[in-house]
């Protein structure tokens, strides 16, 4: 079956309406999924984990001098894990709610493996700039703002996650971020009612209310589909090497 759904989400992106998008509007909605999903993977580290952060300086044996602190708290691990969600981006795609036509990115296949249900609220829709992927968006994102979010993690050990670290990059210091690109409850709120309404005017909308065709129309695509469990969420952490 997820093989199937796998094939029918890679149908959806061949129909989607090409429109030009708000650029800003874009790298907000990446800056703050890329929290969501740091966060997310933060939580499922063992607190116990623990890197050397290495300096220049020596003890008086000549020694360097390495000190141990938690992996979630390491510059280095926070940037290998927002690299790893960076590549991981371009299972979103760009959507609009169809209720208030706001902009949006969702995952086609949810984390277990199935059709995200919340496809049927909006209507799928490409950049017109199609060499720049929500992958370049995040990568960018991260480039542009390295210092100020591992400086956010390093120096806040008390917290298992930073729940506030979506307002402090995405809004305050990027400012990416504006309050009335937030969906609301009226971006969200779409009944079998509203759709009728939408089919009069569009056209029957085949990824609309009714879900997935039936698993006897669905195609076997299992032969050609790569269904490779997901990597774990552990990297290799080399130690930190901080300036004097």
Avoid at 37 to 57: A, P, Q, S, Y
Avoid at 141 to 149: A, K, R, V
Avoid at 183 to 209: C, L, R, S
Wanted: glycine share 4%; hydrophobic share 35%.
């Amino acid at each position: 079956m997820r093989s199937a759904v796998a094939f029918f989400a890679f149908t959806i992106l061949l129909v989607a309406v090409s429109a030009r998008i708000d650029p800003k509007n874009l790298k907000c909605l990446v800056c703050r999924t890329t929290f969501e999903e740091l966060n997310d993977v933060i939580k499922k580290v063992d607190k116990w984990k623990k890197v050397d952060v290495g300096n220049f300086r020596m003890d008086a044996s000549g020694n360097t001098m390495q000190e141990k602190v938690p992996a979630h708290r390491s510059a280095v691990y926070i940037s290998e894990l927002i690299d790893e969600i960076c590549k991981k981006m371009d299972d979103y795609v760009r959507v609009y709610y169809k209720a208030t036509n706001k902009l949006a990115i969702m995952q086609l296949i949810t984390k277990d493996g199935g059709m995200n249900p919340d496809f049927s609220k909006t209507k799928f829709v490409t950049d017109d700039d199609l060499n720049k992927s929500l992958e370049y968006y995040c990568e960018r994102m991260f480039e542009e703002n390295e210092d100020e979010i591992t400086s956010l993690y390093k120096n806040r050990p008390d917290d298992d996650i930073m729940p506030d670290a979506e307002r402090e990059i995405c809004f305050n210091h990027a400012q990416y971020c504006e309050e009335w690109m937030l969906p609301t409850e009226e971006d969200t709120t779409w009944t079998h009612e509203m759709e009728a309404e939408y089919v009069k005017v569009h056209g029957p909308d085949p990824y609309g209310f009714g879900g997935l065709p039936p698993q006897s129309q669905m195609p076997d695509v299992s032969a050609d589909y790569d269904d490779e469990d997901a990597q774990g969420d552990d990297f290799d952490i080399p130690a930190e090497k901080d300036e004097l």
